[in-house]
């Protein structure tokens, strides 16, 4: 079944602790997305990568960090820096030169106390 | 610069009623259209888009969707709610961004209940 993991489901944390969000996918996509949802603000731009080792600022990356070292694989690192991590955050991928529509993973609610 | 808005954050339809969310966008360039749907806590999945050709669109689980370019919109439809059918919805518009590469706007979602 080809698709897009996201581990854990749920991750807890203590404020100042750097946190890595796992996301894989089998798709043969080339672009990665990391997306951020709180109630009532819809989806929220982290960062996305169009091919590997390549990886662009979202609209809301301060505080978070990327890589993309393999085409499957684009992990989210949430530093101590970001003010507000606690949310729900999603990952999702597109094959490029299409209609771009993403292919969402079940996503991670990331709580920080 | 491409933009959604969903009209309604919160609708609420009785079962067996017709559902309808609605949709309009702005873009400068010939839209792609999405609508997904998200069950509370999971991830966002396809309902139908639309590209190019034919402006009513048919999806998964019985919904549907009108391109109307002269109204710059996409409203959803299903003619009979079902139990199941409550979740958010969103709508998007695919754009481009600052380097010139295709990237999905989203509207704020719409919360669909479904009441017995």
């Known amino acids: 079944d080809g698709g897009i993991t996201q581990s854990p489901k749920y991750l807890f944390r203590k404020e100042g602790q750097n946190v890595t969000l796992s996301c894989e996918q089998n798709?043969?996509?080339?672009?990665m997305y990391w997306y951020r949802q709180d109630p009532g603000q819809g989806l929220r731009l982290i960062y996305y990568?169009?091919?590997?080792?390549?990886?662009q600022k979202g609209d809301i990356a301060e505080g978070y960090s990327v890589s993309r070292e393999k085409k499957e694989s684009f992990p989210l690192t949430v530093t101590s820096a970001q003010k507000n991590p606690t949310a729900f955050y999603l990952c999702?991928?597109?094959?490029?030169?299409?209609?771009?529509?993403?292919?969402f993973g079940p996503g991670t609610r990331l709580t920080v106390t | 610069a491409q933009s959604v808005t969903q009209l309604g954050s919160h609708v609420s339809v009785s079962e067996g009623a017709l559902v309808l969310l609605r949709c309009n966008y702005s873009?400068?360039?010939?839209?792609?259209l999405f609508w997904y749907v998200q069950y509370p806590n999971q991830g966002l999945q396809l309902l139908l888009k639309?590209?190019?050709?034919a402006t009513l669109v048919k999806g998964i689980n019985g919904f549907e969707a009108e391109f109307k370019k002269s109204e710059t919109s996409f409203h959803l439809t299903k003619p009979s709610a079902h139990m199941s059918d409550a979740a958010e919805y969103f709508c998007?518009?695919?754009?481009?961004?600052?380097?010139?590469?295709?990237?999905?706007?989203w509207g704020l979602g719409t919360s669909l209940a479904v009441n017995p």
């Open positions: 639309y590209t190019t050709g």
């Open positions: 999702a991928s597109s094959m490029t030169g299409t209609s771009y529509e993403q292919y």
């Open positions: 798709l043969n996509h080339d672009a």
């Open positions: 873009s400068s360039v010939p839209p792609y």
């Open positions: 998007a518009v695919s754009g481009f961004n600052a380097g010139n590469n295709r990237k999905l706007i």
């Open positions: 990568s169009q091919i590997v080792n390549d990886f």
